[in-house]
């Protein structure tokens, strides 16, 4: 099992719907967990992080961390044309400063 | 502003021309790191340091070498590129606590190809 594993999609989602994007994660790299919004062709821009149990939100971003089911997702409302990227999520392990990346989701979303 | 700035943002250079790529950054963060990305994967930590002290990954070819001679630059060094080391090459920092938040950013790349 990968350490932390996402869907590749592509996840297509309608203009002005929800896009929900899921990772999980092994106990290792448990601790905190990073969302990244990448663009083909540019560098991965932060969009939200999240330590502790329960929902984070930001604007139309929402962050989840179920830490007994080894879960992370983001939930993003209204979702944009300009939404249309890949979305990396990321685990920093407890006593280390190397990050743990998924492979990413492809999400498309459609005018 | 920049934080994390990457130079150049593209490099075409030969096979088995030595090529470097430089990162700068003004977040006065302890620890840099170079990633390889390579199309639709993940990006593939080459090396980090925390301050001087430099941490290879195992996987890491020889061929890569990396040097900080200060807090705010990094280089890496391909000394022989080949055809497989195009890619778009990633610079990051961190605070380098064993806090949580502990949150790295991104310079802007430097993509790389390799004829």
């Known amino acids: 099992q990968k350490e932390v594993e996402q869907n590749s999609g592509p996840l297509s989602v309608p203009e002005g719907a929800i896009a929900s994007l899921n990772c999980t994660y092994s106990?290792?790299?448990?601790?905190?967990f990073f969302w990244y919004r990448q663009y083909s062709g540019k560098s991965p821009e932060l969009i939200m992080s999240?330590?502790?149990?329960g929902d984070k939100e930001d604007g139309r971003f929402t962050a989840q961390l179920n830490k007994a089911s080894q879960y992370v997702s983001l939930l993003i409302r209204d979702s944009q044309p300009s939404d249309s990227a890949t979305y990396l999520c990321?685990?920093?392990?407890?006593?280390?400063?190397?990050?743990?990346f998924g492979t990413g989701t492809r999400l498309k979303v459609l005018a | 502003d920049a934080m994390v700035i990457q130079n150049p943002r593209y490099q075409v250079t030969q096979f088995g021309k030595p090529v470097t790529l430089s990162c700068s950054q003004t977040?006065?963060?302890?620890?840099m790191y170079w990633y390889q990305q390579k199309s639709s994967q993940a990006p593939k930590l080459l090396f980090h340091?925390?301050?001087?002290?430099?941490?290879n990954e195992a996987d890491t070819p020889d061929n890569f070498q990396s040097r900080r001679p200060n807090t705010s630059f990094c280089f890496l060094d391909i000394r022989s590129p080949g055809l497989g080391d195009t890619a778009m090459y990633l610079c990051?920092?961190?605070?380098?606590?064993?806090?949580?938040?502990?949150?790295?950013?991104f310079g802007a790349g430097t993509r790389l190809s390799v004829l």
């Open positions: 990051a920092t961190s605070p380098g606590t064993y806090l949580a938040k502990n949150i790295q950013y």
């Open positions: 106990d290792r790299v448990s601790q905190s």
């Open positions: 999240i330590y502790s149990n």
């Open positions: 990321a685990a920093l392990p407890s006593g280390t400063y190397k990050y743990i």
């Open positions: 977040l006065n963060h302890n620890v």
């Open positions: 340091y925390y301050d001087k002290d430099f941490n």
